[in-house]
């Protein structure tokens, strides 16, 4: 069974830079797998973040930023604010339309 | 403005069917995909599946398939998701969202557009 990972929890200090990472069990990510990121506070629908492993979203600041790191893809945050406070998911496009989600960071800024 | 509107919240009994919807309101509807997220409590988010609304070419989950059914009216921009006979596991947010797949270069740009989700709560 394939499986997307990510680390379960972070934190961060205000100001500062964090690596979120999204990997797989069965292979290493790469472009191919165009992958997505997502935020998410309590309560509230996902916000797009970043797409086509490294496009930004309308209207994301540039303190976001994705990439392929060795065998998995980021989500880097640069100058991380309190509101940066949130769940992260990243996506993986597996083939013939179907997606698969990681199990999301959970992000503390502090 | 592009949004995406979902039905209200449900509370079912268990066995019961359900039918919930998400309308596309501000661009060309039957030109994207609507994809379909299920989020239970205090948990993340899982891929259900995808239809397009042009011609409700659907795409499942291997973990949905034969658990949901997704279609679709083009006549009223409307995506639905379907239940026959709900169990308690089933209770969840369920969010649609617009899926930027391009089919035939099979390229995909990520799920953009989001509803403000439909919680789902089923008990006896």
């Known amino acids: 069974q394939t499986v997307v990972t990510q680390e379960p929890s972070f934190s961060v200090s205000p100001g500062g830079t964090v690596t979120l990472t999204c990997g797989l069990n069965?292979?290493?990510?790469?472009?191919?797998?165009?992958p997505s990121w997502y935020q998410q506070t309590p309560g509230q629908p996902p916000r797009t973040l970043i797409y086509?492993?490294?496009t930004r979203s309308s209207g994301v600041p540039g303190r976001f930023s994705g990439s392929i790191l060795g065998n998995k893809a980021a989500l880097t945050i640069t100058g991380a604010q309190a509101d940066d406070d949130s769940n992260y998911y990243c996506?993986?496009?597996?083939?013939?339309?179907?997606?698969?989600f990681g199990g999301g960071t959970k992000l503390t800024v502090l | 403005d592009v949004q995406l509107v979902q039905s209200g919240a449900e509370v079912k009994k268990p066995g019961e069917s359900l039918r919930i919807s998400c309308q596309g309101f501000?661009?060309?509807?039957?030109?994207?995909?609507i994809g379909w997220v299920r989020q239970m409590p205090g948990k993340g988010l899982e891929w259900m599946g995808t239809?397009?609304?042009?011609?409700?070419?659907?795409r499942y989950s291997p973990s949905f398939q034969g658990q949901v059914i997704i279609s679709a009216d083009k006549s009223t921009n409307t995506a639905y998701l379907q239940w026959i006979r709900l169990q308690a596991s089933d209770t969840a947010t369920y969010y649609c969202?617009?899926?930027?797949?391009?089919?035939?270069?099979?390229?995909?740009?990520?799920?953009?557009?989001w509803g403000q989700g439909t919680t789902v709560t089923v008990s006896s």
């Open positions: 501000g661009y060309s509807f039957t030109s994207y995909w």
């Open positions: 996506a993986l496009y597996m083939g013939s339309g179907v997606v698969l």
């Open positions: 239809i397009y609304l042009g011609d409700s070419d659907t």
């Open positions: 069965s292979d290493s990510v790469s472009a191919y797998y165009y």
């Open positions: 969202a617009r899926n930027n797949w391009n089919y035939v270069l099979d390229y995909y740009s990520g799920l953009d557009v």
């Open positions: 086509d492993t490294s």
